[in-house]
């Protein structure tokens, strides 16, 4: 297959860890470009940092080709916890707001510094992280799962907007992958995911980061506004 990747200039936030990290490396060993947008130089809920930074990079590389919307942060709580009759715990407006701003309003954020570089340059491509929760909600995850599918969304909305400037807007939407995070739960939660995922198996990071590689290169070159799941089966099985 033609990735046609080389030297093309990628920008990939909150890579510095697990699926971003491994997103960072997957690009770099097709011969890309690489910047990693992630705490503490770069807070992609900070529209004016944000800005900047793509300035900075069009500043020293003269293009932005690809933007991967990686960065997302879980703060979970139930809706409302009720034990004995009454209000035991909600989840507060400060853990609601702590996800939204990262995980919908820093997609927003990011993807509108760039796409005006991408349309001036005559393309590029915007990845958005969702995930399987954002299909089907999941329990305690009101404002991860909000997010999730909000960034699907942006996806679908981006992509009618966007495709007659050459610019290809897709998203994946992961199932349980074995970040270090994940990886440090008890054996039985990761044996309850392995339990409900039809590959009997965690993925890894560099299955999600595969998948951005290919929805970046002209292998997907008529693939626009589509949710590519990279769960084992997981939604198939739900």
Request: glycine share 10%; proline share 3%.
């Amino acid at each position: 297959m033609n990735l046609n990747l080389k030297d093309k200039v990628v920008i990939v936030t909150g890579g510095a860890a697990g699926i971003g990290r491994a997103t960072v490396d997957a690009f770099r060993s097709e011969g890309a470009t690489v910047i990693s947008w992630d705490l503490p130089e770069v807070d992609v809920t900070k529209t004016d940092v944000v800005n900047r930074a793509a300035e900075a990079v069009i500043a020293e590389h003269g293009r932005i080709d690809v933007i991967v919307n990686n960065a997302g942060i879980v703060r979970d709580s139930q809706l409302v916890k009720w034990k004995d009759g009454e209000v035991v715990a909600m989840m507060d407006d400060a853990t609601f707001d702590a996800v939204i701003n990262v995980n919908l309003k820093g997609v927003f954020a990011c993807t509108r510094a760039v796409v005006p570089h991408m349309i001036r340059n005559g393309g590029g491509v915007v990845l958005n992280a969702s995930s399987i929760v954002g299909l089907y909600g999941n329990f305690g995850q009101t404002n991860y799962a909000a997010t999730k599918a909000g960034v699907i969304s942006f996806t679908k909305t981006w992509a009618r907007e966007l495709g007659k400037f050459n610019i290809r807007v897709n998203c994946v939407a992961p199932g349980f992958i074995a970040t270090d995070m994940v990886k440090a739960m008890p054996q039985k939660v990761l044996d309850t995911m392995c339990a409900k995922t039809p590959l009997a198996k965690l993925g890894e990071p560099l299955d999600i980061a595969n998948a951005y590689v290919w929805l970046a290169s002209d292998a997907a070159k008529f693939v626009h506004g589509t949710v590519l799941s990279v769960d084992g089966g997981l939604v198939m099985g739900t």
